[in-house]
């Protein structure tokens, strides 16, 4: 049992460029959530899923995309980087309240 | 909308000393969930405890507790004998209830505190 996976752990990415990070969770949960963290600014949403086939836009989901087609994944797509976007991004899965989080990816645009 | 505030954004202690960190939070929800999560310095969440608006009762678990007082909108978190590996950053968070009666599980989070515990 993983729990929660990120894929990559760490990019780097030049403006303009474009990337997609894979979440991956093993525990059967029908809510995933993309966070950020920002130096100072605790953790805020992006984008959330209650179901396969289904995503919410969170607090700050300007910038992004993303997608659940299968109940374990969820994408969080890039289209055009921007040094904005240079955070930590936290991945979690969650049923019944207690949210499972992944180890983060590190991102940073140059 | 929802808010968190955490004030206290670093906090030095020495060892065994008692520390007890605050969260205050603004919801126009009547249920809604509260949260304390640790990030050591190796950056991953860990799950401290969950407490729902309608349960004030404090709770103990080993050197960790919790006061919330729906009267002040305050979840405050203390460390009893605290120790070096209580380092970390510290993050109270809410959400809100959904239409089912469970949590949709989208948090809002403070600011978080750092704690530095000296030996």
Known sequence: ?110 | AQKVTQAQTEISVVEKEDVTLDCVYETRDTTYYLFWYKQPPSGELVFLIRRNSFDEQNEISGRYSWNFQKSTSSFNFTITASQVVDSAVYFCALSEENAGGTSYGKLTFGQGTILTVHP
């Not at chain 1, 990337?19 to 953790?43: F, I, K, S, V």
């Not at chain 1, 607090?59 to 299968?70: A, C, Q």
């Not at chain 1, 936290?90 to 019944?96: E, L, Q, V, Y």
Request: with cysteine.
């Open chain 1, 1 to 110: 049992n993983a729990g929660v996976t990120q894929t990559p752990k760490f990019r780097v990415l030049k403006t303009g460029q474009s990337m997609t990070l894979l979440c991956a969770q093993d525990m059967n949960h029908e809510y995933m959530y993309w966070y950020r963290q920002d130096p100072g600014m605790g953790l805020r949403l992006i984008h959330y899923s209650v179901g396969e086939g289904t995503t919410a836009k969170g607090e700050v989901p300007d910038g992004y995309n993303v997608s659940r087609l299968k109940k374990q994944n969820f994408l969080l797509g890039l289209e055009s980087a921007a040094p904005s976007q240079t955070s930590v991004y936290f991945c979690a899965s969650a049923r019944g309240g207690e949210q499972y989080f992944g180890p983060g990816t590190r991102l940073t645009v140059t």
